[in-house]
């Protein structure tokens, strides 16, 4: 069996931290999202096809030609957009096989994976599909069942309850005749939802597995930190690899990668899991739920809670970082400090593809993009974002987002 992964999304949502690479590749928990799908299908598969556009050169260096010693095929989407349309780009590398197809984006535990193999074998289907039971599904597709089968799957039902449609397929490579059949959709996509409306519609077998287990679609940059969170509070192992000075305190759990050294009167409370070769300290509170990647540097009277820190990243004075989320090669200048609560303790909003979100969150500071430089003493306002490649100059009050390649000068 053959696992494919759709991988060539822009990933506009995850905005400034997809400016310039594909979101698929931003590490959570220090590694890349798609990592934990190709753990997920590892056993199933004896190959995995990605498919790729977006930003694919830095897809296909982050990853390489293998993982666990089986082979990654990469193809390119076919023009158009949608998630048929990557299916079917995948058709030759396929062949005459049933295979897997699963959204590169999402967090989902293996016994999922599992089950939904097991059902398309069982009830010998043309198609099945995982599904989860949520009250709202106004951001999924609604799939209707009867007995065993899935009757329909209904595109953004509204604020309704039922099962919600994962991204997680298994399929005869008969699916390529419906995709090929498949219209345009009233969001201009190929959507593999419609290709199964017609294969019931054909009298094809469409089953479903139910997954009560954890689930994550990532797509708004605030699904980050709470997979993070997830990630750390549920598959973090204890371990020191790095030097730990006299006079740092560890409360476990926290990994320390090789390299990294940890200062005296450093403060960590786990879950905390810090990459290779960064500087930790002196003087320094790290607390639950920070991710900080390889070669970072927090430094003296620095607070970190509750965050995500990307390689190469700096925080190294009198900086406080809270709900945050830090892209790779930026650098947080002296006494800057980002803000994570409203004073009426309201959800915080953030604008994605220009209309404002309630991210469902009362604490969520910073998203700040990649090879950021910010000054000193700059404040900057909860759920607000700072674009790739901008440079805020010292004492500026971000109040509003900033967009890419941008001069914030006071
Ligand atoms: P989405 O999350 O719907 O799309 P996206 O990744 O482009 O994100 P955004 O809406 O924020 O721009 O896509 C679901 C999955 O399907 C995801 O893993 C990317 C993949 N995909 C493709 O491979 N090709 C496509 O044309 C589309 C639309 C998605």
């Not at 995850?14 to 890349?32: C, E, G, S, Y």
């Not at 949608?82 to 699963?102: H, P």
Request: hydrophobic residues 35%; charged residues 25%; glycine residues 10%.
């Amino acid at each position: 069996m053959k696992g494919v992964i759709l991988a060539a999304g822009k990933g506009e949502r995850l905005r400034p931290l997809t400016d310039d690479r594909p979101k698929v590749i931003l590490k959570v928990a220090n590694r890349p999202i798609i990592e934990y799908v190709l753990e997920n299908l590892d056993p199933f598969v004896d190959e995995f096809i990605i498919v790729v556009r977006y930003e694919k050169e830095k897809l296909m260096k982050a990853l390489g030609d293998e993982f666990n010693g089986k082979p990654i095929t990469y193809v390119d989407q076919l023009p158009g957009e949608g998630t048929a349309k990557a299916i079917e780009s995948a058709r030759e590398s396929v062949g005459d096989e049933e295979f897997i197809a699963v959204n590169g984006d999402i967090y989902f535990e293996i016994d999922g994976l599992k089950d939904l193999i097991s059902t398309f074998r069982k009830e010998r289907a043309d198609a099945a599909l995982l599904v989860k039971e949520f009250d709202d599904l106004s951001h999924f597709g609604k799939i209707e069942v009867e007995g065993s089968l899935v009757k329909a799957v209904k595109e953004k039902p509204g604020k309704v309850s039922g099962y919600a449609n994962l991204g997680v397929y298994a399929f005869k490579p008969e699916v390529f005749e419906f995709i090929e059949k498949t219209p345009l959709s009233k969001r201009g996509e190929y959507e593999i939802t419609d290709t199964l409306n017609l294969m019931i519609e054909s009298g094809r077998k469409v089953a479903y597995a139910v997954y009560s287990g954890y689930w994550n679609d990532v797509g708004r940059p605030w699904n980050l930190l709470e997979l993070n969170e997830y990630l750390l509070k549920n598959r973090l192992r204890h371990g020191i690899k790095g030097m730990v000075e006299e006079g740092a305190t560890i409360v476990p759990p926290v990994e320390i990668g090789e390299g990294t050294v940890v200062r005296s009167g450093a403060y960590i409370i786990g879950p905390v899991k810090i990459g290779k070769n960064s500087r930790i300290g002196p003087n320094c509170f790290i607390r639950p739920y920070t991710s900080i990647g390889d070669n970072c540097h927090i430094g003296n009277a620095v607070e970190v809670k509750n965050s995500i820190i990307m390689d190469n990243s700096n925080a190294p004075h009198l900086n406080y970082v809270g709900d945050s989320i830090i892209g790779e090669n930026t650098n947080l200048g002296a006494g800057t400090i980002t803000a994570n609560l409203r004073h009426d303790k309201g959800n915080i909003r953030v604008e994605i593809k220009g209309r404002l979100e309630d991210s469902g969150r009362h604490k969520l500071g910073a998203i700040i993009g990649h090879n950021v430089k910010v000054g000193i003493n700059v404040s900057i306002y909860p759920g607000r974002k700072i674009g790739s490649n901008s440079f805020i100059g010292p004492g500026a009050i971000v109040d509003r987002n900033v967009p890419p390649r941008s001069l914030l000068v006071v």
